[in-house]
């Protein structure tokens, strides 16, 4: 993260890149996010707008491909642990405090599980792009 703002260069894209984020979610919010699929894709790509903020320094398609696959393993668990909270708090039934507590663990599992398709995207996208960047370099240098 550190690197985002290392050089002046790096500080420019990165504060391009908040403000752009910023105003994706205010847009996101403002159309609503609830059965709105324009509003859905504005939160996804301010997600992937603050994503690249921490990433856009990186020149190795290999911690590209690590974020992809992290983000995809981050979903499985998430996803998992979401419907292990669901049937837990369904066995110890309604109302009560671990009832809540459980509930309430799926939801925030459920939301983390949301975040993660625009990681693996901005890995995927990420990892492309250096990999065509390296080969290009390769084959010029010859």
Do not use: Y
Not at 76 to 105: E, N, Q, T
């Amino acid at each position: 993260m550190l690197q985002a703002f290392a050089t002046p260069h790096n500080r420019t894209v990165s504060v391009l890149l908040l403000v752009a984020c910023g105003l994706l979610a205010v847009a996101a919010a403002t159309l609503g996010i609830s059965d709105n699929l324009p509003g859905i894709v504005l939160a996804f790509l301010s997600i992937a707008a603050f994503v690249t903020v921490l990433v856009h320094p990186w020149r190795s398609p290999r911690r590209f491909w690590l974020l992809a696959g992290g983000s995809l393993a981050a979903f499985a668990v998430l996803v998992l642990l979401c419907a292990l909270f669901v049937i837990l708090a369904k066995k110890c039934g309604p109302g009560g405090v671990l009832f809540g507590v459980l509930d309430a663990l799926s939801g925030v599992c459920m939301v983390a599980a949301g975040v993660c398709p625009s990681p693996f995207m901005v890995g995927v996208v990420g990892g492309l792009v250096m990999l065509v960047r390296e080969r290009h370099r390769t084959n010029t240098a010859a």
